[in-house]
């Protein structure tokens, strides 16, 4: 089944202490498609300026990335910059020039309207609302969001909140909406504002998911070199939601493997710069990284002999 | 098999935001012993001060926690003083009075230098060393440190690890061991100095195991109330060393099951004051807690379906 994503494409400066890119392939909708795409074909709605170098969108439409729902819009493409510190957990965003991304007003072909997955990635709550509203009987619909959001657009963010299957946030952004530092008291009260299920992102340390009546909890891949954490979250998403859209099976079980299966890909993203790792992987490379998750976390319960 | 713990008896005095107790049982031998107690018999070797109530030492004495190594010597009993913060991961210390604890020498009695399983305690390393000698042929030991040794007794520390099998430490004193920031690499760096095993705990982040060519992740079990994280390390050394000792198995598979016990009997302690919630724990309380591990972890990696 195709997935819809709906969010940025942007020309990203990232500098690490492992060297720096320049207007390299960025953006939501660029990490989670060049995730998702690996395991079901993808739908992407964003808009880029007359600058943007399409080519490099190739790799991606052999995978089956459409980009029907891509605007090129007079002006220049939405550019970001960041630093990353040595531990390359915190960042310092260097710029934000919107461009063109500044008045996005997503428009859905006619073509996408029957999306049974969707991924509304970080943009403003009541057009992520809009987007809903284009789309005929959605099945699956996750959203990420952002502190900015839930700051300065509560409201609306709580709106969409109601309209939505999964909410994936990272763990400051949760204790943020739910004000609230426990994460088990904070995702009662996030799901109690529509999402059934509530994806925790910690970072190096894992994910979170709440889920009916239970947690899971996936490890992140304990990785030598992390070169560039940037897009970890899209791809962890695309990942996520890739897998589901695959199966077609939304029950607690698939969802389990999904959160793995997210993490897997996110495992990868870092390994370099821009989407430069998530371009090759071989469906091998992803299973034996899904394995190496289970090895990682399986022991046997049944015979510990006490 | 038994299991011989050397290091602290102490006197807590814990403030947190739910409350505070004051001059209650702590130190790491009791912790170790109430969380290993569930599983094999202990053999405590320590020291405390003619001011020690030793009524408090009941439970552990029927649950076979054997006593015969606790010297008590004139003066006052170890006090320590700390103070959490709302979000319980930052520790102030108050005060740490070692009183009679500040020129311990432990004494092994003969009954106990047959023990096959040996936790050291966080301790002088050149101390722990002196226990190590006393000890005709252990089959598992396990040394636990801090900061304070790293810095300031590493020469010594050093030679202690080179004759240990399983270090214990958290994932600040790793990095600050190895000098190295990332955990990987820095296993790498500290298993070369000796241990074949080393656990790093990451509090409410769960702990990592680097054993063979391997990594294992346990999960933090996620609770709504985390009332005082005091003893949780050595409550989790507890579990862990209590499990391997009980099923007398040393194999990766069993280690991996022990991390979990030990994970299941530190969120237990971290659930009330001192060592109120290990006092009364009943074998299906720790079962039904591992098995809780083996939910919150466990997928269906076979039929992935991709």
Redesign the interface.
């Known amino acids: 089944m195709s997935i819809l994503v709906v969010g940025s494409i942007a020309l990203d400066h990232v500098e690490t202490p492992f060297g720096s890119v320049k207007d390299a392939l960025g953006g939501s909708t660029i990490y989670f498609g060049a995730a998702a795409s690996y395991?079901a074909p993808v739908r992407v709605v964003g808009v880029v300026g007359d600058d943007f170098p399409h080519h490099q969108l190739e790799f991606l439409k052999k995978r089956r990335v459409d980009f029907q729902g891509l605007e090129t819009k007079p002006g220049k493409t939405f550019r970001w910059g960041g630093r990353y510190d040595?531990?390359l957990n915190s960042r310092t965003t260097l710029f934000t020039d919107l461009n063109v991304f500044e008045n996005f007003k997503p428009t859905i072909p006619d073509a996408y309207r029957d999306s049974e997955f969707v991924f509304l990635g970080n943009i403003a709550p009541d057009l992520q609302m809009d987007v809903l509203k284009q789309i005929h009987s959605p099945k699956l619909v996750a959203l990420d969001t952002m502190n900015y959001w839930i700051e300065g657009s509560l409201s609306d963010l709580r709106k969409t909140l109601k309209k939505i299957h999964v909410l994936l946030l990272n763990d400051s952004e949760a204790r943020q909406l739910a004000q609230e530092?426990?994460?088990?008291?904070a995702s009662r009260v996030i799901r109690k504002m529509g999402p059934e299920v509530l994806v925790i992102k910690?970072g190096e340390?894992?994910a979170?998911m709440f889920i009916g009546d239970?947690?899971?909890?996936a490890?992140a891949f304990?990785?030598?070199?992390?070169f560039d954490p940037t897009g970890a979250g899209d791809t962890f998403a695309g990942g996520f939601m890739g897998?589901l859209a695959?199966?077609g099976?939304v029950t607690g079980?698939a969802y389990?493997?999904a959160l793995?299966?997210g993490s897997a890909l996110a495992s990868f993203c870092v390994e370099s710069f821009s989407v430069g790792r998530l371009k090759n992987l071989t469906?091998e490379e992803?299973?034996d990284r899904?394995?190496a998750?289970?090895?990682?976390?399986?022991?046997?319960?049944l015979n510990?002999?006490?």
Do not use: A, Q
């Open positions: 395991f040595f531990d530092p426990n994460l088990v008291k910690k340390h894992g979170l239970t947690v899971f909890w490890p304990p990785l030598e070199t992390i897998y695959k199966i099976d079980e389990k493997r793995i299966f469906p992803i299973r899904f394995k998750f289970w090895l990682m976390t399986n022991f046997d319960y510990s002999g006490f």
